[in-house]
């Protein structure tokens, strides 16, 4: 499938930003309204979610492959950085982790995780910090752990380590 500079072959794992990590399971060819669409086929395994997207539109919708692993490295150091907390109310903030989160991005996933990482003895955490902590912790995993090919149990642990260890 090489159309506009993008080939994704059968089987290959990519990333979608709002969906996160995905396998390639096949192009297609689709008649919608008449007019014919060939799209790319992707299982989202997790989510138990298939999406099909047009082949026109993968570029534009941010679709890539996985980072390499020196772009995972990268990511994973940003973890250990001091935590950046802004005094904005936290529906700002809350949207800014979102929208980082959405990008698909691991280096931004990596600062949502360690901006709101909370070591035992700090005021907890409200539900939504928790589930937009959770969210990034979810997809940041899932990419590691396709990226070093390793269980998603295995990459939660490398994270908190490193979380910790900050």
């Not at 072959?9 to 309204?33: D, K, L, N, S, W």
């Not at 060939?38 to 989202?44: C, G, H, R, T």
Request: no cysteine; glycine share 6%; net charge neutral.
């Amino acid at each position: 499938m090489a159309q506009e500079g993008f080939d994704f072959r059968t089987g290959e794992f990519v990333v979608y930003p709002t969906h996160g990590v995905g396998q390639v399971m096949t192009t297609e060819t689709q008649t919608i309204a008449g007019h014919e669409l060939k799209v790319i086929v992707i299982s989202f395994e997790k989510d138990r979610m298939t999406l099909r997207l047009p082949v026109t539109k993968a570029r534009t919708s941010g679709l890539r492959r996985l980072s390499s692993e020196e772009e995972m490295q990268s990511a994973l150091a940003k973890l250990q950085g001091r935590a950046r907390v802004r005094r904005t109310m936290w529906s700002r903030r809350a949207q800014e982790y979102e929208a980082k989160i959405n990008s698909g991005d691991p280096s931004a996933i990596a600062e949502v995780l360690r901006d709101l990482h909370r070591t035992t003895g700090i005021a907890e955490q409200s539900y939504s910090e928790r589930q937009i902590y959770q969210a990034a912790m979810d997809r940041l995993v899932r990419e590691l752990a396709a990226v070093e090919r390793i269980d998603e149990d295995q990459a939660t642990k490398k994270l908190e380590l490193l979380l910790q260890a900050a």
